[in-house]
């Protein structure tokens, strides 16, 4: 067993994750706290591991139709992303995918620059997965 000290959910324990903790241990050190502990910082089973294995699928709005994203995760690492669309000039949506996909499967995260010029398909695509990795979240 072992506790679980990301409060942030970024998925490590930093800096700000052990400030956090050093003040919840001086409050309880010094009879100041006496509650249940922050879910962040309870002990957990699966405490390792923060997404479910899965395919999950989010819809959200790029220029002017939906765009589908899919994105599959196994043993906490996201292994593909998908996405589609209608959009009526599918260059941006073109142009912005790839860029994305390999980015997001190289960080690990949605959190990537937009692709330059192609703005809502991009914003649509991170949204997507943000979304879905929510859905994923243990």
Known sequence: E?????????GKVDAADAACI??????????????TLPEFMQTTENSG???NDGIYTA?????????IVT????NDVITDVTASCNESDMY?????YPVLKSRILEKQSADVD????????SDAIRDGVRDCLSQAKK
Do not use: R
């Open 59 to 67: 819809t959200k709005f790029g220029y002017d139709s939906d765009v």
């Open 114 to 121: 937009a692709v330059s010029g192609s703005t809502y398909s």
């Open 49 to 51: 591991t923060i997404y």
């Open 2 to 10: 072992t506790i679980v000290g990301d409060h942030n959910g970024d």
């Open 22 to 35: 050093l003040q919840y241990a001086a409050a309880v050190g010094a009879g100041l706290f006496s509650g």
């Open 92 to 96: 941006y949506f073109d142009t912005a």
């Open 71 to 74: 994105v599959t995760i196994e």
